[in-house]
């Protein structure tokens, strides 16, 4: 299994920015997956789809975050980052990279179509 690794995490005030990354360990990630993703789990909530993106760069975000968060990609589909501006108490989770094999332009997977996570970096706003 591909394993993926996250960086970026950390602490800010409200309406600051944080940029996350995911990068897979030894591996190509173009050669196992087709649609990477970044969910996040707060306490005592579950884990949430927050935006993913699919081989074709098509992306889709949730309603929350949509307008202030970006998913990108290297353009070579190595390393994958999440650009969150603008953060609210509320984005306060940790947040995880997944990768799927499934090809699903526009949609955002839930957890269960998803092969291989990340350790997942906390994400903490305060107000």
């Known amino acids: 299994q591909v394993q993926l690794v996250e960086s970026g995490g950390g602490s800010v005030q409200t309406g600051g920015s944080l940029t996350l990354s995911c990068a897979a360990s030894?591996?190509?990630?173009?050669?196992?997956?087709?649609?990477m993703a970044w969910f996040r789990q707060a306490p005592g909530k579950e884990r949430e789809g927050v935006a993913a993106i699919d081989f074709d760069d098509s992306t889709v975000y949730a309603d929350s975050v949509k307008g202030r968060f970006t998913i990108s990609q290297d353009n070579a589909w190595n390393t994958f980052y999440l650009q969150m501006n603008s953060l609210k108490p509320e984005d306060s989770a940790m947040y995880y990279c997944?990768?799927?094999?499934?090809?699903?332009?526009?949609?955002?997977?839930?957890?269960?179509?998803?092969?291989?996570w990340g350790q997942g970096t906390q994400v903490t706003v305060s107000s």
């Open positions: 997944a990768a799927s094999r499934v090809h699903c332009s526009g949609v955002l997977l839930p957890q269960y179509f998803v092969h291989s």
């Open positions: 030894g591996y190509t990630l173009s050669n196992y997956y087709m649609y």
